[in-house]
């Protein structure tokens, strides 16, 4: 069973005051699990949760002519979610799945939405957990522009070196905007 310790020093990495505020985010924490290849958000469904990731990785993808194309992973440690879906209550036009057997928690829209209504220090935490999910997506839509695809995947490798292993070779290279192939002469050139 994961921590909600992990939980709670995650809020503080967004929030400092987020440990006063503790007991109103504790209770709605759901512990969840997800096997291998289970999709934690479908494309095409409302996005109804925020997943703290304890253990494990996610990929977020989308379709795109006749493939998938990796948008962004999430490690143990980081949130995830269909923002887009999760904030508008729309349809997501993107899928969230476990590549690897996941651990976490679960903060509900329903629930979050009712906390935000009754504590304005909650619904601060909410907004710099958005503001955490938009300088993800920034920093790496701007990998894009000024980094070529070998530094994009030597910062991957730095950031997460233990678990990027664990991500079959078509995701990574999706991810980085490659063919499978190209990342095994990256690869090779980096040994």
């Given at each position: 069973?994961p921590?909600?310790?992990?939980?709670?020093?995650a809020?503080?990495?967004?929030?400092?005051?987020?440990g006063e505020?503790?007991?109103?985010?504790?209770?709605?924490?759901?512990?969840?699990?997800?096997?291998?290849?289970?999709?934690?958000?479908?494309a095409?469904?409302?996005?109804?949760?925020?997943?703290?990731?304890s253990?494990?990785?996610?990929?977020?993808?989308?379709?795109?002519?006749?493939?998938?194309?990796?948008?962004?992973?999430?490690?143990?440690?980081?949130f995830?979610?269909?923002?887009?879906?999760?904030?508008?209550?729309?349809?997501?036009?993107?899928?969230?799945q476990?590549?690897?057997?996941?651990?976490?928690?679960?903060?509900?829209?329903?629930?979050?939405?009712?906390?935000?209504?009754?504590?304005?220090?909650?619904?601060?935490?909410?907004?710099?957990?958005?503001?955490?999910?938009?300088?993800?997506k920034?920093r790496?839509?701007?990998?894009?522009l000024?980094?070529t695809?070998?530094?994009?995947?030597?910062?991957?490798?730095?950031?997460?070196?233990?678990?990027?292993?664990?991500?079959?070779v078509?995701?990574?290279?999706?991810?980085?905007?490659?063919?499978?192939?190209?990342l095994?002469?990256?690869?090779?050139?980096l040994?």
């Amino acid at each position: 069973m994961p921590d909600t310790l992990q939980v709670r020093q995650a809020l503080l990495q967004l929030d400092k005051n987020a440990g006063e505020n503790w007991h109103l985010f504790e209770p709605l924490l759901q512990p969840v699990s997800f096997s291998n290849g289970s999709f934690l958000t479908h494309a095409g469904r409302v996005s109804s949760a925020i997943y703290f990731i304890s253990s494990g990785i996610v990929r977020v993808f989308t379709p795109h002519q006749d493939k998938e194309v990796c948008l962004d992973f999430a490690f143990p440690g980081q949130f995830s979610t269909a923002y887009a879906s999760f904030i508008t209550q729309l349809p997501s036009t993107v899928s969230l799945q476990a590549i690897t057997p996941v651990m976490g928690f679960a903060f509900y829209y329903k629930d979050l939405q009712e906390l935000y209504n009754v504590s304005h220090a909650a619904e601060r935490t909410g907004r710099l957990l958005a503001e955490y999910q938009y300088l993800r997506k920034y920093r790496r839509e701007l990998a894009f522009l000024q980094y070529t695809a070998k530094e994009r995947y030597q910062q991957l490798m730095d950031e997460h070196p233990h678990v990027i292993q664990q991500i079959p070779v078509k995701y990574i290279a999706s991810y980085l905007g490659i063919e499978p192939e190209s990342l095994s002469r990256i690869r090779k050139g980096l040994t």
